[in-house]
């Protein structure tokens, strides 16, 4: 099978499965079962826990 014959997986992790070393083994794991699978993976990775919510307080602050 040709790599443009793969199927891709989206693996999309953020807040507290994205905060520890432990979970980023997890996410590792699982990405490597995916490609043990045949597919081609690709992980999308927001903000870790309550970044967004200090973003959001930091612009609420600089609007005053």
Excluded: F, H, P
Excluded at 21 to 30: C, H, K, V, Y
């Amino acid at each position: 099978m040709q790599a443009d014959d793969m199927q891709w997986v989206v693996l999309k992790y953020g807040g507290t499965s994205v905060s520890t070393a432990e979970t980023w083994r997890a996410i590792a794991e699982r990405a490597r079962q995916v490609l043990e699978q045949g597919c081609q993976v690709w992980i999308c990775v927001s903000a870790i826990t309550q970044v967004t919510n200090k973003l959001v307080a930091a612009l609420v602050c600089a609007k005053r």
